[in-house]
């Protein structure tokens, strides 16, 4: 990769420029410079292209070539510009934290399809990440509360702060813990998008995700079922008599999934992606039946 040099005096120049960095390694590179000169300028993204006329100073083109180079290197363009857009909203990132995904967002669906809007559901997030579940979750649901958890401080931190900017912060607390050990109270609703990749896969996961992604937060033990168990084991202590819980899951482990869920008293359905792929397991208690869509849980 060439040096930095200014060549660029324009948005449009600028955008260009970035664009032909990037084509060799991405095959996004159109969007990903646009995001690039976005960030560097402080604008919306559509805004580049709405402003490709206006000039631009130097130290903006310096700053636009030093993180293409970083994309170029195979680092997300998510982690380049430190945000990611999830659910409409967009989320500060940190190197504790998930890159939130598209397919993350049929959590966030499934739990709307189950619960009304006008429910004050007591909402548990299991590895919380950046908080993209949660906050999603009570940015449509006006009158729930929720608490977030995780192993990690870093996260933490950039949970609250992501609550904080999308005005749910009254709402939300933020505690550490190792999934549900540690929390004492019942709760409607439990979302985790827990790691479930098994560990000898990591090593043949996309640049992006292997060298970028906190492996805590992808490493789901030797069969990528870890995680899924210990949040199976405190299910039932956790949800309150009719509560449900949706939990992601990778993309051959629904059967499994199901098993280990009746093992311990749970009725599992499926959730499918974009992709039509099982995507989020849907539990609520053996004895307890089906909610429709829009009811109220808790």
Not at 75 to 88: I, L, N, Q, T
Not at 140 to 154: E, F, I, K, W, Y
């Amino acid at each position: 990769m060439r040096e930095a040099a200014v060549t660029a005096t324009t948005v449009a120049a600028l955008r260009r420029e970035i664009a032909g960095m990037l084509a060799a390694t991405s095959p996004t590179a159109a969007l990903d410079a646009r995001l690039v000169v976005a960030h560097v300028l402080g604008w919306a993204p559509n805004d580049v292209l709405l402003r490709d006329s206006d000039r631009i100073n130097d130290a903006a083109v310096l700053t636009a070539e030093a993180l293409a180079r970083r994309r170029a290197g195979g680092e997300p363009v998510a982690r380049v510009v430190g945000e990611k857009e999830f659910y409409g909203l967009v989320f500060d990132l940190s190197p504790e934290t998930l890159v939130p995904r598209p397919d993350t967002e049929t959590v966030v669906d499934a739990v709307l399809a189950a619960v009304a809007a006008d429910t004050p559901a007591a909402i548990l997030d299991l590895g919380t990440g950046s908080g993209a579940i949660l906050v999603a979750l009570l940015t449509q649901l006006p009158r729930a509360t929720g608490v977030g958890v995780d192993v990690s401080p870093g996260a933490l931190a950039t949970a609250r702060r992501n609550a904080e900017k999308l005005g749910v912060a009254p709402r939300a607390v933020f505690v550490a813990g190792d999934w549900g050990r540690g929390i004492d109270r019942h709760f409607d609703v439990v979302v985790a998008n827990p790691p479930y990749v098994a560990s000898g896969s990591i090593a043949g996961l996309p640049v992006e995700v292997r060298d970028h992604d906190p492996h805590v937060a992808l490493d789901g033990g030797a069969d990528g079922l870890a995680a899924i168990r210990a949040i199976l084991a405190d299910l039932d202590r956790l949800l309150a008599a009719d509560g449900v819980a949706f939990v992601e899951i990778g993309f051959d482990q629904a059967p499994e999934v199901r098993r280990l869920a009746g093992e311990h008293g749970f009725a599992c359905a499926f959730q499918r992606d974009l992709g039509s792929i099982d995507r989020v397991a849907i539990l609520r208690r053996q004895s307890f039946p089906p909610s429709g869509p829009g009811k109220a849980v808790g």
